[in-house]
């Protein structure tokens, strides 16, 4: 019987990690899992929002929740950023009564929809591990993934309640889901670390020193390639890379991808994506 969750595919999966989004589809076919459409759901706001308009953020995500709650099944995203967002506000609606009722009166109000609270977040690589269990993906791997990889989990989920049963300060399922896959798993200080997408317009200096000290950390323990768990930290690696090195004078030239993607690869997805990808890493280097 497969697993069925609500499926948010995160903050840019519809626009600039369209890839992201193109790559869940088949590695969750793949699995057995199946997505059931989140239809009308809105970013979860990346933390940003909330600065501005506190219970904007939390009505948006509120009504994210409504949805899936219409749906009956438990809310399933990709993204680090938005599994870390919707798990903490859903978490202070569970625990601030009066914030729940004023959030619930101004959902009912706007949209007519209601909340009640029975839902939980859940990360793609929690599902792995802690769902359907390592053994079944290293079953499903038909291209493995033999490369020296540095995954990135970014700050976002790495929260109590938010990880599964990974250790929130040392978290590990990235590298095993690595090892399972047929990857040679990179140690490195900054995997749990922000990259400072948040700041990126308004203080980009300091967030191109972020990317540049991430990515050179990842290339200096000798990792090949960087996949990263989060779709937002998954860009700002890759595209402002060339921006950072001209910023920093640090080396930033390696492939970025998103967890999604190496998961669809190694089970035989994209396997044209797969051999560019195989070429990028062996042309790209020092």
Same mark, same amino acid.
């Given at each position: 019987?497969?697993?069925?969750?609500?499926?948010?595919?995160? !903050? $840019?999966?519809? =626009? =600039?990690?369209?890839?992201?989004?193109?790559?869940?589809?088949?590695?969750?076919?793949?699995? *057995? $899992?199946?997505?059931?459409?989140?239809?009308?759901?809105?970013? +979860?706001?990346?933390?940003?929002?909330?600065?501005? !308009?506190?219970? @904007?953020? $939390?009505?948006?995500?509120?009504?994210?929740?409504? /949805?899936?709650? =219409?749906?009956?099944?438990? /809310?399933?995203?990709? +993204?680090?950023?938005?599994?870390? !967002?919707?798990?903490?506000?859903?978490?202070?609606?569970?625990?601030? %009564?009066?914030?729940?009722?004023?959030?619930?009166?101004?959902?009912?109000?706007?949209? *007519?929809?209601?909340?009640?609270?029975?839902?939980?977040? !859940?990360?793609?690589?929690?599902?792995?591990? &802690?769902?359907?269990?390592?053994?079944?993906?290293?079953?499903?791997?038909?291209? %493995?993934?033999?490369?020296?990889?540095?995954?990135?989990?970014?700050?976002?989920?790495?929260?109590?309640?938010?990880?599964?049963?990974?250790?929130?300060?040392?978290?590990?399922?990235?590298?095993?889901?690595?090892?399972?896959?047929? *990857?040679?798993?990179?140690?490195?200080?900054?995997?749990?670390?922000?990259? *400072?997408?948040?700041?990126?317009?308004?203080?980009?200096?300091?967030?191109?020193?972020? /990317?540049?000290?991430? $990515?050179?950390?990842?290339?200096?323990?000798?990792?090949?390639?960087?996949?990263?768990?989060?779709?937002?930290?998954?860009?700002?690696? &890759?595209?402002?890379?060339?921006?950072?090195?001209?910023?920093?004078? @640090?080396?930033?030239?390696?492939?970025?991808?998103?967890?999604?993607?190496?998961?669809?690869?190694?089970?035989?997805?994209?396997?044209?994506?797969?051999?560019?990808?195989?070429?990028?890493?062996?042309?790209?280097?020092?």
């Amino acid at each position: 019987m497969p697993l069925k969750y609500s499926y948010h595919p995160g !903050n $840019i999966a519809h =626009s =600039s990690a369209t890839e992201v989004n193109q790559t869940m589809v088949p590695l969750a076919r793949s699995l *057995g $899992i199946e997505l059931l459409p989140m239809e009308g759901a809105t970013s +979860c706001g990346a933390g940003i929002i909330r600065q501005a !308009n506190d219970i @904007l953020q $939390i009505t948006l995500n509120a009504r994210n929740f409504a /949805i899936a709650e =219409s749906l009956g099944a438990d /809310i399933i995203t990709p +993204c680090a950023a938005t599994a870390g !967002n919707l798990h903490e506000d859903l978490s202070r609606l569970r625990e601030e %009564p009066l914030l729940m009722r004023k959030t619930q009166e101004v959902l009912l109000r706007t949209t *007519g929809m209601k909340f009640h609270g029975g839902i939980k977040v !859940n990360h793609l690589l929690h599902v792995l591990v &802690d769902e359907i269990g390592l053994d079944k993906v290293s079953q499903k791997v038909r291209n %493995p993934i033999n490369f020296r990889i540095a995954g990135f989990y970014g700050p976002n989920m790495q929260q109590e309640g938010a990880c599964g049963d990974d250790d929130v300060y040392d978290p590990q399922y990235l590298e095993q889901l690595i090892e399972a896959l047929g *990857g040679k798993p990179v140690q490195w200080e900054s995997r749990t670390q922000s990259v *400072g997408v948040p700041g990126l317009f308004a203080e980009e200096a300091t967030v191109l020193r972020q /990317i540049a000290s991430t $990515i050179d950390d990842a290339k200096s323990e000798g990792a090949s390639i960087i996949v990263s768990a989060c779709t937002l930290s998954h860009t700002a690696l &890759d595209v402002y890379q060339g921006k950072a090195s001209r910023s920093t004078g @640090l080396s930033t030239n390696i492939p970025v991808i998103h967890l999604t993607e190496l998961l669809a690869f190694a089970f035989g997805h994209y396997n044209e994506r797969l051999a560019q990808l195989r070429t990028r890493i062996a042309v790209i280097g020092d």
